[in-house]
């Protein structure tokens, strides 16, 4: 089965730019039937979904986040990634990393990484 | 502002009979998307519960059920036991978004 798994930075300076990977075991992300996705949540809070991508590149980005975000994949690594820009102390969430089938639920997550903005 | 919208929270007795209630819309759950629904437990990812509104993974008992009308769906856990306290979300596509979409999640306590 699959397992996934955020690493990044943990604190990020306003301003700055949010970026995390996460690394896909037990499958390949090339996979033509996954989604890979992203979700966060704030403190106290619930999910939001941030975005997917297909193994093909095609993105799928949240109206709120799109003019800040950017996931990328990397199929040699078997990793994706995801790039927020310009973060405020709103953007403080933990920050899973999923896998989602078409027309499915997201059924693998990362354990969740917490990202704190703060100088 | 959650595009799903669920109750914030819920309580029951243990061996009592809870519903959770996900409303959604004409661009979401009333276009005919699936529905499904996530546990999630103290300090811990999420996991899925239902799929497809009504399907349940294997694992989960058979004590969790959901279903879904009109512009709304609704889990069901009957038999409640201290260990389904948590907080539940249900998610959706919305063709107006684009996108998933999430309930903004009810905390239930077993009391």
């Known amino acids: 089965q699959l397992q996934l798994q955020e690493s990044g930075p943990g604190l990020v300076k306003p301003s700055e730019t949010l970026s995390l990977t996460c690394t896909v075991s037990?499958?390949?992300?090339?996979?033509?039937?996954?989604?890979w996705g992203w979700i966060r949540q704030p403190p106290g809070k619930g999910l939001e979904w941030i975005g997917s991508?297909?193994?093909?590149?095609?993105?799928y980005y949240n109206p709120s986040l799109k003019s800040r975000v950017t996931i990328s994949v990397d199929t040699s690594k078997n990793q994706f990634s995801l790039k927020l820009s310009s973060v405020t102390a709103a953007d403080t969430a933990v920050y899973y990393c999923?896998?989602?089938?078409?027309?499915?639920?997201?059924?693998?997550w990362g354990q969740g990484t917490l990202v704190t903005v703060s100088s | 502002q959650s595009v799903l919208t669920q109750p914030p929270s819920v309580s029951g007795a243990p061996g009592q009979r809870v519903t959770i209630s996900c409303t959604g819309s004409?661009?979401?759950?009333?276009?005919?998307?699936?529905v499904h629904w996530y546990q999630q437990l103290p300090g811990t990812a999420p996991k899925f519960l239902i799929y497809?509104?009504?399907n349940r993974p294997s694992g989960v008992p058979d004590r969790f059920s959901g279903s879904k009308s009109g512009t709304s769906a609704s889990l069901a856990i009957t038999g409640l036991q201290a260990e389904d306290e948590a907080d539940y979300y249900c998610?959706?596509?919305?063709?107006?978004?684009?996108?998933?979409?999430f309930g903004g999640g009810t905390k239930l306590t077993v009391l």
């Open positions: 999923a896998s989602k089938g078409i027309a499915a639920p997201f059924d693998y």
């Open positions: 037990g499958g390949s992300i090339s996979s033509s039937s996954y989604y």
């Open positions: 991508i297909y193994y093909s590149g095609s993105t």
């Open positions: 004409s661009s979401n759950i009333g276009a005919g998307y699936d």
């Open positions: 497809g509104n009504t």
């Open positions: 998610q959706s596509y919305d063709s107006s978004l684009s996108g998933s979409v």
